[in-house]
């Protein structure tokens, strides 16, 4: 019975986490990430840091995913790994750990695209998660990236809308390093802003054409504004600080429903799921959820573990991609711009 059974392992090493995923069929038997807390003291990802510290990682990540799936090696029967986009050095390690070991168990290699698997993760079988109809929008948000995707099948992807700067995850994590929080800022600004009064203070939104966001002008409007009121007042963010980051979001969150609103009624689809580690976000949440009310969207948004970077979504593409017969060669290189 088990040669029924599809087992992939994957890899996913593009930025500042080293993962990997034991997958059965479409079902996550395992999810192992080891986050790299060393680009906290830098207020940002360092790329060198980060490819030092996936190449001590990678071998006790790829046994322990292994282990809890309670897998042999021997009985996979692929090798999924994240191929671009990233950080070029932080690929090369995932790219050149899953070639070698492919190679040695003598099964394939699957090359996945990291934005791809973000959006393909809703097909992960989860109980009480639902998978989008084709075809749906999808809205990926992260520190990384800020897309609008129309999804005509798995592998039939446009990038209809996209950051013309800053992603979303940045403009969050800029904003909070201007307010004098850690790295990433995005959960506590999240936090905060649940306390906060979202129309204590009034910040522009870009006006930028079509389905394209753009982020760098809110960054430094908030700049300026906190330069402002902290000469008058030293204490403004210490006694402001819940009203500020509940502002802030609501920018942000009014910059990504305008565009998904836009998207919606300019392709006719009102399945709309989203991705990424700004997905966690309790504010885009719960605008969505709104937005199943007021507009009639069906919205999608997957578990947790799987909307930040993580192997299973890597694994479930390298799952449909071996349904395929979708193979890399041995050839294959890291990219770290690769296109939809
Ligand atoms: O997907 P992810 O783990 O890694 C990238 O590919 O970037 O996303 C990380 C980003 C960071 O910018 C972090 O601040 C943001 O997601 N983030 C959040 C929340 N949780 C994580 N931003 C806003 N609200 C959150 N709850
Ligand atoms: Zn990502």
Redesign the pocket.
């Known amino acids: 019975m088990a040669s029924q059974n599809i087992y992939i392992l994957a890899i996913e090493s593009s930025?500042d986490?080293t993962a990997a995923a034991v997958m059965c069929n479409a079902k996550v038997l395992s999810n192992v990430v080891a986050s790299q807390t060393i680009h906290q003291a830098y207020g940002g990802v360092v790329p060198e840091l980060a490819s030092r510290a996936h190449q001590q990682n990678i071998v006790p990540v790829v046994h322990q995913a292994l282990k809890r799936a309670n897998i042999d090696k021997f009985l996979l029967n692929a090798i999924a790994f994240t191929r671009g986009p990233g950080l070029l050095g932080s690929l090369l390690v995932g790219t050149s750990f899953a070639k070698s070991l492919a190679y040695g168990l003598g099964i394939p290699l699957i090359d996945v695209h990291h934005m791809q698997a973000h959006i393909l993760a809703h097909f992960i079988d989860e109980e009480g998660f639902k998978k989008p109809p084709f075809p749906f929008l999808a809205m990926t948000i992260?520190?990384?990236?800020t897309q609008i995707v129309k999804v005509d099948g798995y592998f039939n992807m446009e990038v209809i809308g996209e950051t013309i700067d800053d992603a979303v995850?940045?403009a969050?994590?800029k904003s909070g390093k201007i307010l004098g929080l850690g790295y990433?800022?995005?959960?506590e600004?999240?936090k905060r802003s649940q306390l906060g009064n979202p129309k204590a203070y009034k910040f522009p939104k870009p006006k930028v054409d079509g389905l394209n966001f753009s982020f760098s002008g809110l960054k430094t409007a908030i700049l300026y504004f906190i330069q402002r009121e902290t000469k008058v007042n030293p204490k403004f963010i210490e006694e402001n600080l819940n009203d500020i980051c509940a502002s802030i979001q609501y920018t942000i969150i009014g910059i990504l429903m305008d565009k998904l609103k836009k998207a919606s009624k300019q392709t006719g689809i009102e399945h709309i799921a989203i991705g990424?580690?700004?997905s966690?976000?309790?504010g885009i949440r719960k605008a969505l959820k709104e937005g199943e009310k007021k507009y009639g969207w069906t919205t999608y948004i997957p578990k947790f573990e799987y909307?930040?970077?993580n192997a299973a979504m890597i694994a479930i593409v390298g799952h449909l991609k071996y349904l395929e017969g979708s193979y890399a060669e041995q050839s294959v290189s890291a990219s770290a711009r690769l296109k939809i």
């Open positions: 930025c986490d992260s520190g990384g990236h995850g940045e969050y994590d990433p800022a995005g959960p600004m999240d990424g580690g700004v966690a976000n309790s909307t930040t970077d």
